[in-house]
């Protein structure tokens, strides 16, 4: 079974606090992603990455960086956290795959995030 | 542009009714679709990969219509255990193809 673990289920940090948010995947796989999830805005892709040091923006990066020095983890990091950034982040990782239709991201349990 | 637009829901239906979800999808050089479900507080998962020939995975079953752009979700004999957000998926072709875009979500509830 493939786990994904994201350090924290929920996460509470004032204004301007520097933020680390930790992701863990066991299955050795090339592609990690964050994701954050709000009511009504769905699943928006921040950051992804395809290797090791690798890294690509998403739809949303600002405000965000990652980090990614070993194959199993993807750290999300907020420099100067604000309230904008209150939401439910998700963790995802893939392997590399040939056939299209059996591609699949596994979501970590998520960590809700709440910046005071 | 990658955009994929769900029914807005919700849902509400009686145990043993019929449901069906519908997506559409703004990129005709997309390649493969799926529908995702997500319970309430927990992460999304995988439910079905959604075949150009249309798949069936027991009461679920899934259509594609590349000329319109559409996918489709039907729920037969509706269960309890079936409310949940169900998620339209797709993966675009071209650079960043190892992203998904998820749609925003339609939500069920099945009713006793």
């Known amino acids: 079974d493939v786990k994904v673990t994201q350090s924290s289920r929920y996460l509470v940090k004032r204004t301007g606090e520097k933020v680390f948010l930790e992701c863990v995947q066991d299955?050795?796989?090339?592609?990690m992603f964050w994701y954050r999830q709000d009511p009504g805005l769905g699943l928006r892709l921040i950051y992804f990455?395809?290797?090791?040091?690798?890294?690509e923006k998403g739809d949303i990066p600002e405000g965000y960086s990652v980090s990614r020095e070993k194959k199993e983890r993807f750290s999300l990091i907020l420099e100067s956290a604000s309230t904008n950034q209150t939401s439910m982040y998700l963790c995802?990782?893939?392997?590399?795959?040939?056939?299209?239709?059996?591609?699949?991201?596994?979501f970590g349990p998520g960590t809700r995030l709440t910046v005071t | 542009r990658k955009e994929v637009e769900q029914d807005p829901g919700p849902f509400n239906v009686p145990e043993g009714a019929t449901v069906a979800f519908n997506c559409t999808y703004s990129?005709?050089?997309?390649?493969?679709f799926f529908w995702y479900r997500q319970d309430c507080r927990k992460e999304p998962k995988l439910l079905m990969s959604?075949?150009?020939s249309g798949n069936e995975d027991g009461r679920f079953t899934a259509q594609l219509n590349r000329a319109s752009q559409y996918i489709s979700l039907l729920i037969r004999d509706s269960k309890l255990s079936d409310s949940a957000t169900y998620l339209c998926?797709?993966?675009?072709?071209?650079?960043?193809?190892?992203?998904?875009?998820f749609g925003k979500g339609t939500k069920l509830s099945v009713i006793p």
């Open positions: 995802a990782s893939s392997p590399p795959t040939q056939v299209p239709s059996s591609y699949e991201q596994y």
């Open positions: 990129n005709s050089a997309s390649q493969s």
């Open positions: 998926v797709v993966r675009f072709s071209g650079a960043g193809s190892y992203q998904l875009t």
């Open positions: 299955m050795d796989h090339e592609n």
């Open positions: 990455s395809y290797d090791v040091k690798m890294k």
């Open positions: 959604v075949y150009s």
